[in-house]
């Protein structure tokens, strides 16, 4: 056996082994991989419950009830209904107009959803944020944009109109997921009309399109 033959049967060894190592490597860690993005739906269905805290000539009131919710790229349908199931308002909104129409009254028109239903109902339903905050996503008193993201915290926001967004349950705890969709959200704020509001949403029935 001669030395050149020593040499290179050591060199193929060394080969093999590097060949080895690399076919027996850890794989990457993905516990840490980002999760899957949530994206945003322009038609969805959603029905849940809803209460609401505020002030009427310096007294605390309170509603609770449920609702549902239609949305498509162009139109939003709100429906406010009684703890029994009587309809109290529905809110139609259609780009450039929104309607509210409640039992036994004319119907109120206004460019304005959300001037609409304080003056209606007597306190504040911010529909037009709705649209976004109901899924997770809206813009922060900075002007970025924010996604809500399941967490063991509760995740706070402050939108640019000066509501205070509390996520503190979703509809799928186990992951932060594309298909996590918040199931309660609290908002508050502090109003000329009707003192400070708060406003807790559950959402029981989800459906996207």
């Known amino acids: 056996m001669t030395i050149e033959?020593?040499?290179?049967?050591?060199?193929?060894?060394?080969v093999m082994l590097a060949a080895g190592c690399a076919s027996i490597a850890p794989q990457e860690n993905t516990g840490n991989a980002p999760a899957a993005e949530r994206r945003y739906s322009d038609a969805?269905?959603?029905g849940g419950r809803l209460s609401v805290r505020y002030q009427r000539d310096d007294r605390d009131e309170a509603l609770h009830g449920s609702f549902t919710w239609n949305q498509t790229e162009r139109r939003v349908t709100v429906t406010l209904l009684s703890p029994l199931g009587q309809t109290l308002a529905v809110i139609d909104i259609k780009p450039g107009i929104a309607?509210?129409?409640?039992?036994?009254?004319?119907?109120?028109?206004?460019?304005?959803?959300?001037i609409l239903t304080e003056q209606a109902l007597g306190w504040p339903l911010p529909v037009s944020g709705l649209?976004?905050?109901?899924?997770?996503?809206?813009?922060?008193?900075?002007?970025?944009?924010f996604v809500a993201r399941p967490s063991r915290d509760t995740e706070r926001f402050i939108?640019?109109?000066?509501?205070?967004?509390?996520?503190?349950?979703w509809q799928d705890e186990a992951a932060d997921t594309a298909q996590s969709h918040p199931k309660r959200i609290d908002l508050a704020r502090n109003t000329q009309q009707a003192g400070p509001v708060s406003i807790r949403i559950v959402i029981d029935n989800w459906q996207s399109h």
């Open 44 to 46: 969805i269905d959603l």
């Open 99 to 114: 309607v509210l129409t409640q039992s036994g009254k004319p119907p109120m028109t206004a460019a304005d959803v959300d």
């Open 131 to 145: 649209r976004d905050w109901l899924q997770g996503f809206g813009r922060g008193a900075d002007g970025k944009s």
């Open 159 to 169: 939108t640019r109109d000066g509501w205070s967004l509390s996520y503190g349950e």
């Open 5 to 14: 033959f020593i040499r290179r049967s050591a060199a193929a060894c060394l």
